[in-house]
């Protein structure tokens, strides 16, 4: 059980900021938000993750709200070449195994 | 940039047949999966390894499967006689550090196809 939700899916326009939405209500203390996609016929590719503070890479940025049970993940300008199938995983503390739920596709129009 | 890679990209065999699928994963990490995920549905974990040996396993990955690091870059999946429903993509992944806070790297996957 992923215990994560997501919307099934979501469009955007190139150039366009895009925030994915995570919802994971029962989350612990101690366990992190990775977010990973799935370009169309390729494996898993990690985004970021983050635990208790927001996060900024270069693909990306994490948003993790305040009381931790909900995080949105931030592409600033989505361009064709991110659309894919975006996972929010929360990994527990015990081993660490991703557990990938169905995800968001995401769409982006030119 | 240093990436996992799998051989082959697409096994087709006969059911009942022995496969093995291949790993490299990058060179200095430590810690070794398998997922596999069935045509249009989710990414699923089979077995994660460490130190030479299973750290855990899934319910889906029984007395059929088997991993091993037969030397000091490859990682193995063998399926023993495989069924129908083996049918997937299987993807290969490595990290440095346990994944709660690292990221895994994946491979493009091996293709499946038990007929």
């Known amino acids: 059980d992923a215990k994560t939700t997501q919307p099934n899916s979501m469009e955007s326009n190139e150039e366009e900021p895009v925030h994915l939405p995570c919802n994971h209500s029962?989350?612990?203390?101690?366990?992190?938000i990775h977010w990973y996609r799935q370009l169309p016929s390729q494996g898993p590719e990690y985004v970021i993750h983050g635990l208790t503070s927001n996060v900024n890479n270069r693909m990306a940025s994490l948003a993790i709200a305040e009381d931790r049970k909900s995080s949105t993940l931030i592409l600033h300008r989505a361009t064709l070449r991110d659309a894919a199938v975006y996972y929010c995983?929360?990994?527990?503390?015990?081993?660490?195994?991703?557990?990938f739920g169905q995800g968001t596709e995401l769409s982006v129009k030119p | 940039e240093p990436e996992v890679t799998q051989t082959p990209s697409h096994q087709v065999t006969q059911m009942g047949q022995e496969v093995i699928l291949r790993c490299v994963p990058i060179?200095?990490?430590?810690?070794f999966y398998w997922y596999r995920q069935i045509l249009g549905q989710k990414v699923e974990f089979l077995v994660s390894f460490y130190n030479n040996e299973i750290s855990e396993k899934s319910e889906i990955f029984d007395d059929q499967f088997s991993v091993e690091r037969p030397d000091g870059s490859n990682f193995t999946l063998k399926i023993r006689s495989t069924k129908l429903e083996d049918s997937a993509m299987y993807f290969c992944a490595s990290s440095w550090g346990e994944q709660m806070n690292t990221e895994a790297f994946f491979g493009q996957g091996t293709r499946l196809t038990v007929v």
């Open positions: 029962t989350i612990s203390g101690t366990d992190y």
């Open positions: 995983i929360r990994i527990y503390n015990q081993g660490g195994k991703l557990i």
């Open positions: 060179s200095n990490h430590l810690y």
